[in-house]
């Protein structure tokens, strides 16, 4: 059962897009919207590094340069786009020693190429190939999309982070479709990971926060789903803030993802992060073992750059897990 440990930087909350389930997003204006500045960004990196962190998960709301209070913001930092800001702040975590990931939304061929050399992976939720209600106001959670996304980054080679969103008014046979959509643009490419079938979480003052949670039931016959359709080296992912891991990983999960000893999930700041040590206690005999933001798959693969190839080298193992302190 593997694990990385992250700090979680959520650099913009600004979005195009008016998610039905999401807490994260905020409009200008309204408290807590933000852009984080270097000076907020780089103390957390740091102390990161010091607390053995080997991944600076970066999360975007998407393509929020059509919002155009944000433009200014960027602006004052003296950046003319989102994808600058980001190659800057990548740059900063691998000289302070931890590794990018990259969540932002979804992107074109070209901005998926010039972040490619300066993350470890990178990821984007499908989410759902159904249409569903709560995408109506998003121009970016169109299947068509995401999957495209999906496939450029496979065709660049970046080891890959998706997922599905369960519990969003979507039907069984679409998580069926999904998954089978994830599967075939792995066999196509061999980039993806990891996939995540994260549990819907309502969130207050959302449209959806009196819509129900996903059931236990439902979750585990989803974590069935993905072990029948996905080829067997792409791992499984839970959080374990938002479910309890247990009865999930006898179903197949194989993946804690991101769990941080700093900072919070940004995106479901209800939820805290168990300790490692309490979870590896409740886990017994099943071992924990921590890996980096790129799985052992891709490092041995060599599916990175110079640019973060020292880093990556300096972190892992002969197997390409982290190496033990
Ligand atoms: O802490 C979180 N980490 C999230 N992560 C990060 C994840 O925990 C790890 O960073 C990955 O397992 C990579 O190591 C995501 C990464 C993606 O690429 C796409 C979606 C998510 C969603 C979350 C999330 O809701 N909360
Ligand atoms: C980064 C990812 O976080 C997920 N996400 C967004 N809002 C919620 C929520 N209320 N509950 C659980 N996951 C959520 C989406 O799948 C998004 O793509
Ligand atoms: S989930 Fe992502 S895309 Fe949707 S509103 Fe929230 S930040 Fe925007």
Redesign the pocket.
Known sequence: MTYSKNVFVPVT?I?????G??G??REPGQPGARLMRPEEILPVLEKGVKAGCTEALFT???YAEEVSEYRKWLKELGYSSTLEYLLFLCETAIDAGILPHTNA?IMTHSELKALKPLNASMGLMLESTATLEAHKD?P??LPELRLNTIREAGKLRIPYTTGLLVGIGEERKDRIESLEAIASLHKEYGHIQEVIVQNFAPKPGTPMENFPAPSIEEMIDTICLARQILPSDIAVQVAPNLVDPKALIAKGVTDLGGISPLTIDW?NPEAEWPDVKDLQRKLNPILLRERLPIYPRYVKKMWYSDRIGELIEQLSDTDGYRKKS
């Open positions: 909350n979005c195009r897009n008016r998610c389930y999401c994260f997003r975007f709301g998407e939304g998003c970016g959670k995106i």
